[in-house]
């Protein structure tokens, strides 16, 4: 049923030809994990870009929808944890799941995270535009584009230098965040009963906001902090993964949730009147709190933390490609192609290339399809990859160290059952796009990878986990 903890027998490996793949170097540690996965995370830059949309649907709802979905991002890194130290590969969450339910459950979760790895970063990088505007006005889409194109050129070096680039930039973004909250604070307009009783609307037309439309912004909500799970893209190249990775998970998460959340409440209690907050022009709002130079400083700090959200992004996405053509997922030539590592940096160079490249071209793309498309894969994502945790405890460690949640069965159990409403409170439209591109996936599985089950889509592990 499965292909599990052992390289494949027969077929010969990517680029056996020329000697076997060379393979990631395990350089990194829990700060350097956390970085980098915080980084792609991105809290600052999330928080700047994709929550304002939020106050517009969820009013003074916004941070208990987020603070709601953290609490199912527990859950979820409890799964990525024990998935991420039985099966640690740069392939992430198909590597999990398909070693533990199958290959066909690993493509489809393949894709699904495709899906995810290629739209997150232009969503993010087209918010530089409003945030450069205070020293040059530029077209947001161009500017998006130009920092995909950016950080495509930064991912192609080393990884640990890239460790040390993005934490430097991740120390603005929360030194951005941080300011926010404080000038929110300071200039508290309503009641923190707002909070847990949230209104929607502005002027006199408000009025309270139901649990449907929280349920509903659920989806948007995990995708705010969807970054923590990466920390499993970058499990190959950990050291000591059955330590290093449930920390990076769980850290990642905390410090991210906090980032994100505390400048949230800080913002809906410190707004002007709701029809400010409705609007989501945080940075006319922290102009408004101090001055233009408090101002423009903050919005530079956002525009590096998005960029730097971008060459993270980058960074983790282009492994994704380079497992799949390592588990030879498609045609010979592009299986070469994707596997092909930087002879001076060690990096997925050409992968890298394919997740940067098509993601200046998203940034075309009208932004709030986006994001619906990517809040419907996400949460199908986790809700797979809680099915594959279930299954976990029937596959043996072998002896390996392997990080095991608490409250099993019931944590991923619940999650199934939440994550499954929440895809049902969907819109049509993102349904359906996300479910053409999985049935595409099918028809590639179906008459492409299947008949060629001994030499495609072989799941494997790094030699030392084998």
């Not at 909500?221 to 799970?229: H, I, R």
Request: hydrophobic share 55%; glycine share 8%.
């Amino acid at each position: 049923m499965t292909d599990t903890l052992r390289p494949p027998a027969s077929p010969v490996a990517v680029g056996e030809a020329e000697g076997r793949p060379r393979t990631l170097t395990r350089s990194i540690g829990v700060v350097g994990g956390t970085l980098l996965t915080l980084s792609c995370l991105t809290p600052a830059s999330t928080l700047f870009v994709i929550v304002p949309p939020f106050f517009a649907d969820l009013g003074t709802g916004t941070a208990l929808t987020i603070a709601i979905a953290a609490v199912l991002c527990i859950a979820v890194a409890f799964c990525y944890s024990e998935l991420g130290t039985l099966v640690p590969s740069a392939g992430g969450e198909y590597a999990m799941v398909g070693t533990l339910l199958g290959r066909m459950a690993g493509w489809l979760v393949f894709v699904l995270s495709l899906i995810v790895v290629m739209i997150v970063p232009p969503i993010i990088a087209l918010g530089t535009a409003e945030y450069l505007a205070p020293i040059v006005h530029i077209d947001g889409q161009l500017a998006g584009a130009g920092v995909m194109l950016l950080a495509t050129v930064v991912g192609l070096f080393d990884l640990r230098a890239n460790a040390w680039i993005t934490g430097i930039f991740l120390v603005l973004e929360v030194v951005a965040a941080a300011a926010v909250a404080f000038l929110g604070f300071s200039h508290v307009s309503r009641p923190a009963s707002v909070l847990v009783d949230p209104v929607v609307g502005s002027g006199s037309s408000t009025s309270p906001l139901t649990a449907a439309a929280v349920i509903a912004g659920l989806a948007l909500a995990l995708f705010v902090l969807q970054g923590f799970s990466t920390a499993v893209y970058l499990s190959e190249e950990m050291e000591q993964p059955h330590r290093t990775v449930p920390r990076t998970v769980m850290w990642t998460l905390a410090i991210g949730a906090l980032v994100i959340l505390v400048p949230t409440i800080a913002i809906t209690l410190g707004a002007p009147d709701l029809a400010t907050l409705s609007e989501g022009n945080l940075a006319a709002m922290v102009e408004q709190w101090s001055n233009s130079t408090v101002g423009t400083f903050i919005s530079l700090c956002i525009a590096l933390a998005i960029i730097n959200a971008g060459i993270v992004m980058v960074i983790q996405n282009s492994r994704v490609l380079y497992a799949s053509a390592r588990d030879r997922a498609w045609p010979e030539p592009v299986n070469r192609a994707f596997s092909t590592l930087s002879k001076r940096y060690g990096a997925p160079w050409v992968a890298t290339l394919l997740v940067g490249v098509p993601g200046a071209v998203l940034c075309f793309v009208p932004v709030e399809t986006l994001s619906g498309v990517t809040g419907v894969a996400v949460a199908a994502l986790y809700l797979v990859v809680a099915v594959g945790a279930l299954a976990a405890r029937r596959t043996p460690a072998e002896g390996r160290k392997v990080w095991r949640m608490p409250l099993w069965p019931v944590v991923p159990v619940a999650l199934i059952a939440v994550l499954a409403y929440v895809l049902t409170q969907q819109t049509a439209q993102d349904l359906l796009i996300t479910g053409g591109v999985i049935a595409t996936a099918c028809l590639y599985w179906l008459f492409y990878l299947r008949p060629r089950q001994d030499s495609r889509w072989v799941i494997t592990l790094p030699d030392d986990e084998q």
